[in-house]
Every structure is written in C-alpha cells, then in structure tokens.
C-alpha cells in the first residue's frame, strides 16, 4: 500500500543533542510537510517543500531545519533541541497546493528531550 | 478571529449509536475544502472525508458522513453505528485557496470523542 513512513516512533535525545528524524513517501507526492503537535493541541505548520522548494512557516524557530533530497524522503533537524521541543512530529503529504488537496499523515515520531 | 471552530472539547456516545462532531470555519474565499482526520492515542492522524465548497452533495465514507451546510458556515460530522474503536481525537480542518496558489491546512481545536460500550 502506498504510504507515509516516519522513523523512528519514538526518539529521545539529550538537550542540546542534534536530533534528525526522517520520512518517506511511496505517494510520489510533491508536496511534503512537517508538523509538531504538543500534548492536547491542533498540530503546528512548520514547512513544507513543493518539489525542491523550501517554504518556511514564520514563526518556525531557526533551530529548525529541513532537508529533502529527493521526492520520497524529508528529514527534520533539530540542531539544539531544548526541553520545549518535547513534542509528536508528523510528517505528510499532498499531490498538489491546491485548495482540494489532501493530506496524508505518517504515524509520527514522538520527541522526548531529556 | 478564529478559522475553524470546535465547540465541543469532549463528547460520550453509547457503543452503537451515532454521533455528531461539530465544526463551523471561516472564510470569504469562495474555493475550500474542509477535511475530517481522526487521531487515536497512538498519535497517526486518519484521513476520514472530505468536502469540497463546491460539491453539492454532502460527502459520505462508509460510517462516516459530512453535513455540509454552506450558508450557516458548518462541516459537522456524523459517525453512524459506533464503535470502541472510535474513541480518539476528531480534528476538523479547512484548506483555502490564498494568493499566490499557496495554502495551508488549518486545523480546529479538536473534540476528543469517548465511546462506551
């Protein structure tokens, strides 16, 4: 079945400890986001990639950043996490921008900073 | 103001029985599509239906059903037959089609929905 995969599930890093979580589609999707989503909340934009272009949520802290190297993978890192990066990251996709559009969730990666 | 409204933080239904999750959004642009995702405890958020400001029938998923009321702004949906396995996270969510042809999924406060056998 295609899919969205994120690895791992579950992460624990130490603060301050760079932190790369990764995704893959099998969708071939142009679209890819990366969403974090705390405890009881809607989750949080923090960019996406159309293709190779790299769209940045505002209010996304610098410490984090995206890579996609290719149409099926996109990582997140977290390159000085602090305890408030503690969070669910989802990952999805859609085929396209557009207002009709899906989105299709992976089954996250649970962030915790020690 | 607020894009997307849930109402109800939290909602009980009896095994068996159906559900309404309610939703109103917000919005002047004449194209959207308004989405429902479902989140168990484990964290994955389910894709469930789909509505689009154009569609003229309500949308409909195996149990799932989306009353689409244009003029009153609501997206309510509504669960037939429930099931224990439909105690999670319900999320509704509204894409619109901004300038510059980007958009992005906005998403309600969520209801949490708890079924007793």
């Known amino acids: 079945d295609a899919m969205v995969i994120q690895n791992p599930r579950y992460q624990v890093t130490q603060f301050g400890k760079p932190v790369t979580l990764s995704c893959s589609q099998t969708l071939n999707h142009n679209v890819m986001y990366w969403y974090q989503q705390k405890s009881s909340q809607a989750p949080k934009l923090l960019f996406h990639y159309y293709d190779k272009d790299f769209n940045n949520e505002a209010d996304t802290p610098d410490n984090f950043q995206s890579r996609r190297p290719n149409t099926s993978f996109c990582f997140l890192d977290i390159r000085s996490p602090g305890l408030g990066d503690a969070a669910m990251y989802l990952c999805?996709?859609?085929?396209?921008?557009?207002?009709?559009?899906?989105?299709?969730f992976g089954p996250g990666t649970r962030l915790l900073v020690l | 103001a607020q894009k997307i409204t849930q109402t109800q933080p939290g909602m009980f239904v009896q095994e068996k029985e159906a559900v309404t999750l309610d939703c109103t959004y917000d919005t002047s642009d004449p194209s959207y599509g308004l989405f429902w995702y479902k989140q168990p405890s484990s964290g994955e958020m389910i894709f469930l239906i789909y509505?689009?400001?154009?569609?003229?029938q309500n949308a409909t998923e195996g149990r799932y059903s989306l009353n689409f009321q244009k003029a009153r702004k609501s997206a309510n949906l509504v669960i037939s037959a429930s099931q224990l396995g439909d105690s999670a996270m319900y999320f509704c969510a509204m894409r619109e089609a901004l300038s510059g042809g980007y958009n992005k999924l906005i998403f309600g406060a969520g209801t949490r929905l708890a079924v007793h056998p």
């Open positions: 509505q689009g400001s154009y569609d003229q």
């Open positions: 999805a996709t859609s085929r396209d921008l557009g207002s009709q559009e899906t989105q299709y």
